[in-house]
């Protein structure tokens, strides 16, 4: 997980942001549309595509012998079973371009909404620094909730610690007083857990989450926790970036994606050369 995103965020770090304050709309088209060429030519170089048009041509000639003979009964339904026979057919040619083109669409996707789905909290407002304990470390890691502790930099002061139940999870209200990439540590037993908070300042990527779960891909702001942490993860919320007439936030950004790289994979499928 921390090579993946540290191979990728080295990559796209020097990639994006050529265009001052116009980066984040014109990275977020540009990659969304090659994406879609990626796509098209991982579709054409992998998947089956002789087998792909023969499926849609049976099913377009079953589809007819509906019309045709929609008054024999026991034809139609004959008709309809050959149509979900081939279509599973279909899907089934589909699969493996859909698995080697996952990976660079995740790598884009994820990177475009790091650097660009989220903001810095402003400075004087209040968030709330949330960790979980991991209830998988047994023997000496294993720690209560209440034997953890909250060490802040200058310019964040703790307002209060709001919460510490059974299921391990930990909240701290925070008042983020200062501008700044602050590190708040969390000391649990011996060790020690660094979380970046990103507070006022030009937009930049923003450190979101740190976790050992395989959740960790989807936020590369920060290296993942190791397996041996007694914390899970530690997260605190950022407010959506504002894209102007662009969707902001995860979603907006992740929707973008998907309709541009889909519609360029439709109008140049031709030029391509590929059969969807």
Not at 37 to 47: E, G, I, N, P, Q
């Amino acid at each position: 997980m921390n090579t993946f995103n540290s191979v990728t965020s080295t990559v796209f770090d020097l990639l994006f942001g050529w265009y001052g304050s116009f980066s984040a709309w014109i990275d977020i088209i540009f990659w969304s549309c090659l994406g879609g060429v990626v796509a098209l030519v991982v579709y054409k170089h992998v998947s089956n595509q002789k087998g792909i048009e023969r499926a849609k041509n049976d099913i377009k000639v079953h589809l007819m012998e509906i019309r045709l003979f929609q008054d024999d009964l026991l034809g139609v339904f004959a008709s309809v079973g050959k149509i979900l026979v081939k279509n599973v057919l279909y899907i089934g040619h589909n699969i493996m371009p859909m698995v080697v083109m996952l990976v660079p669409m995740m790598a884009i996707i994820v990177q475009l909404v790091a650097n660009y789905g989220y903001a810095p909290i402003d400075p004087g407002k209040t968030e709330l620094l949330t960790a979980t304990l991991d209830p998988t470390i047994a023997g000496p890691m294993s720690v209560k909730a209440t034997d953890v502790r909250l060490e802040l930099p200058a310019g964040i002061e703790l307002v209060d610690r709001v919460r510490s139940n059974a299921s391990g999870e930990i909240a701290w209200k925070l008042h983020l007083a200062e501008a700044g990439d602050h590190v708040a540590k969390i000391h649990v037993g011996d060790q020690v857990i660094e979380k970046r908070i990103a507070v006022g300042g030009d937009p930049r990527k923003i450190p979101v989450m740190r976790t050992k779960s395989l959740e960790g891909l989807l936020y590369p702001g920060e290296a993942g926790l190791d397996a041996d942490s007694p914390i899970a993860d530690v997260r605190i919320a950022y407010p959506q970036r504002d894209l102007g007439w662009l969707p902001g936030g995860e979603v907006g950004i992740m929707g973008t994606v998907f309709v541009l790289s889909l519609l360029i994979g439709f109008a140049f499928k031709g030029v391509f050369g590929v059969t969807l």
